[in-house]
């Protein structure tokens, strides 16, 4: 169904998003920072999933941030599976999501954050999925 999963630990935000921008040049980053028991985190993969199927002709990857706190591995490959969530997914140890969360100034679950075609992160340019109404908007958001 289209998902990769990896899993992150031992590593800073900033090494981490760097590394994610090499592997994606000229591309748009989206990411969703999730976990498997929260409950507004899995309303969203629905919006991501069908933004997904919508927009793969967009310079545009989705990744999905899973944090291992309150969870397990076998729990986060189960969710995925389970919602047929298409995209990258990392599972990050707690020292990544905290200085994920730090560097993009989450307050809590769900997170979401655009790292634009250059490079550069666009802070306030996405709260939650479901505001993306379609392809178009999606379209509009990552050339901006």
Request: charged share 25%.
């Amino acid at each position: 169904f289209g998902a990769t999963m990896y899993k992150a630990s031992g590593v800073k935000a900033l090494d981490f998003l760097a590394k994610l921008r090499q592997s994606f040049p000229g591309k748009a980053i989206l990411i969703d920072r999730w976990a498997t028991w929260c409950a507004p985190c899995l309303d969203e993969m629905a919006h991501g999933k069908k933004l997904f199927e919508e927009s793969k002709d967009l310079p545009v990857v989705f990744v999905y941030l899973c944090t291992i706190k309150g969870s397990t591995e076998s729990k986060w490959k189960s969710k995925v599976v389970e919602l047929k969530q298409p995209g990258i997914h990392f599972l990050i140890d707690e020292n990544l999501d905290a200085d994920i969360s730090n560097y993009f100034s989450f307050s809590g679950y769900p997170g979401h954050a655009l790292i634009d075609k250059t490079g550069k992160y666009r802070p306030g340019a996405i709260k939650w999925m479901s505001e993306i109404a379609n392809r178009d908007a999606l379209a509009v958001l990552i050339n901006k």
